[in-house]
């Protein structure tokens, strides 16, 4: 930021007007420059719409198990979840969730984060075959599979009340211990008893 080399009267700088418009004037061209050169390198990249995981994300394989990590360890391999597609490790299962999910994971795979609009047809076969899906679960689930269930469940039954009984059994049998009080005794501490026997 020059300034004038000559002292003005006033206390006020002074800036030479010409020497920052020549700077404005460069830096316009620089930019002007940088937009032809993007214009240049052709339209943008057209990424496939989002679609579908067709995997199953593997959260619980490494699940309470111990690992012991060295400075040579691999990054796959240490602690963590690691993804293979950005290469990189996410500490914990909800941001790699995240991770997966989000914008830079999605275009490393080539993918925009557009998805395809369905239309009504795309929609009711969708519901189709989810009914059919469910139909068949239902098919699946066997009669025997049930009358299996409910015997079992019948025997549980039985078993329980076995138990309760056995353990009532044991403490009606299980008498109070009443042992003998010397009179001697109870009348030198001043009563007859312990209250187990019926007055008299």
């Known amino acids: ?21 020549a700077i404005a004037a460069r830096r316009l061209q620089e930019e002007e420059a940088k937009r032809e050169a993007a214009d240049q390198k052709g339209p943008p990249v057209q990424r496939e719409l989002l ?14 198990k111990s690992v012991v990590i060295t400075k040579t360890t691999p990054a796959a391999q240490s602690g963590g979840y690691y993804c293979n597609v950005c290469d990189c490790v996410v500490k ?4 790699f969730l995240d991770h997966i ?9 080539g993918m925009s984060m557009r ?12 519901f189709e075959m989810n009914k059919r899906k469910r139909e068949e679960q239902k098919k699946e689930y066997d009669m025997e599979e049930r009358l299996n269930e409910i015997r079992e469940e019948e025997e549980k039954q039985k078993e329980y009340r076995r138990d309760r009984r056995k353990d009532k059994k044991r403490k009606t049998a299980d008498p109070v211990d009443d042992e003998p009080v010397d009179p001697a005794l109870a009348a030198m501490m001043g009563f007859s008893g312990f209250g187990g026997a019926k007055k008299k």
Request: proline share 2%; aromatic share 4%; hydrophobic share 20%.
């Open 115 to 126: 998805v395809e609009r369905s239309s009504l047809d795309q929609v009711k076969k969708r």
């Open 101 to 109: 999910n989000g914008k830079k994971h999605q275009r490393n795979l």
């Open 92 to 95: 914990d299962s909800i941001n």
């Open 51 to 64: 679609r579908q995981r067709e995997y199953k994300v593997d959260l619980d394989s490494r699940l309470g």
């Open 1 to 21: 930021m020059a300034s004038s080399s000559k002292q003005p009267e006033d206390h006020r700088r002074k800036w030479d007007r010409d020497e920052y418009e």
